[in-house]
Nanobody, 123 residues
């Protein structure tokens, strides 16, 4: 049973930083694509960043390029380092994983999801 648990969300002022973590259990994520999505109230869930863990390939939304970095450690955890945060980054952030060889851009491309962590950026 694959389980993904997000942590690290919170309230931060604009210009600040947060690091989100996605801890995976029930699977070794080396063979998976892992992504961070976000969903703001009244909006669709959108891709923020994704990585094909075994190759190290990454994909970022244009809105976060240069500000966010996705990475993993050796303990089955994927991180999202968020810097220079803006109020428009406010959303619930979700971790997702899939065994596909390619990095998916859509929520439907991912089979496994965490429950999300709230990120609020004040102006």
């Amino acid at each position: 049973q694959v389980q993904l648990v997000e942590s690290g969300g919170g309230l931060v002022q604009a210009g600040g930083s947060l690091r989100l973590a996605c801890a995976a259990s029930g699977v070794t994520i080396a063979g998976y694509s892992v992504a961070w999505f976000r969903q703001a109230p009244g909006k669709e869930r959108e891709l923020v960043a994704a990585t094909r863990v075994i190759s190290g390939g990454t994909l970022y939304a244009d809105s976060v390029k240069g500000r966010f970095t996705i990475s993993r450690d050796s303990q089955n955890t994927v991180f999202l380092q968020m810097s220079t945060l803006k109020p428009e980054d406010t959303a619930v952030y979700y971790c997702a994983a899939d065994r596909s060889r390619s990095i998916g851009r859509l929520p439907a491309d991912y089979d496994y999801w965490g429950r999300g962590t709230q990120v609020t950026v004040s102006s």
